[in-house]
């Protein structure tokens, strides 16, 4: 399993949100090139950006930044936030973008889904983002009808790479990942399963990782920009 850092962006810094509200953020960088860096020389193999103002305005918001940051770094770097077109998606791999993250676009439009599926396969992960068992759309602001376990079932017909799971109550309040949730999403997955939200210490990691070969990944973000983890011993962890 991957221990992977997230990068959150918005307004072009590096930042960590509280359940998903961008009017409580807390700025970690101003150099998120930089911090991408950091990460790698720890032995991170995976980044995983979030384009915050995108995920809210539905187009990229943070682009330069981006770019900045696939320069500054050789590992895989996975982006969500704002990828609404299969313009975007091309964009993106164009500048050397390893996997997309589509969220709300999934959701709404699954010709695109499956569009984007087709020209790119293997490369694009569902980022499905639940409040209270229904899966949120638009960064967050708004939450559908639709249940996550009816969402995921629906998407053993893509060849996806995988999907996030992310627990918005959870998220960015150190409280510790709803493993309940996970098992379930485990469990009802056609495909593999990256955790993100409230994991704080290595035995957050070690529960995670004990939900099975599905899942694949944890996002780890306020944790480590607070000292609470530490990158290398969360790696040593899972890999032990």
Not at 98 to 105: C, I, K, Y
Not at 137 to 142: A, I
Request: hydrophobic share 40%; charged share 20%; aromatic share 4%.
């Amino acid at each position: 399993m991957l221990v992977i850092p997230a990068i959150d962006l918005k307004d072009g810094r590096g930042v960590r949100l509280r359940q998903g509200d961008l009017k409580q953020e807390t700025v970690y960088s101003e150099d998120s090139a930089g911090m991408a860096a950091h990460w790698q020389q720890l032995g991170g193999r995976l980044l995983h950006l979030v384009d915050l103002n995108g995920a809210v305005d539905g187009q990229p918001r943070n682009f330069s930044s981006i770019e900045k940051i696939l320069t500054a770094v050789s590992i895989p770097v996975q982006v969500g936030g704002g990828i609404r077109t299969i313009e975007t998606v091309r964009l993106y791999f164009s500048r050397g973008v390893h996997r997309v993250v589509l969220g709300t676009a999934a959701l709404n439009n699954p010709g695109f889904l499956d569009q984007a599926c087709k020209e790119f396969p293997h490369r694009v992960i569902v980022g499905i983002d639940a409040r209270d068992g229904k899966v949120a759309v638009h960064g967050w602001t708004h939450v559908s009808g639709t249940s996550v376990t009816d969402l995921v079932q629906q998407l053993g017909k893509y060849p996806l790479a995988g999907i996030i799971y992310t627990d918005i109550a959870k998220d960015g309040m150190l409280a510790g990942p709803n493993l309940p949730a996970l098992r379930e999403m485990v469990d009802a997955s056609p495909v593999a399963v990256i955790a993100s939200g409230g994991i704080t210490c290595l035995d957050d990691l070690r529960a995670v990782q004990s939900l099975g070969s599905r899942m694949t990944g944890a996002i780890v973000g306020k944790a480590l920009y607070d000292g609470k983890l530490d990158l290398r011993e969360a790696i040593q962890a899972v890999a032990s």
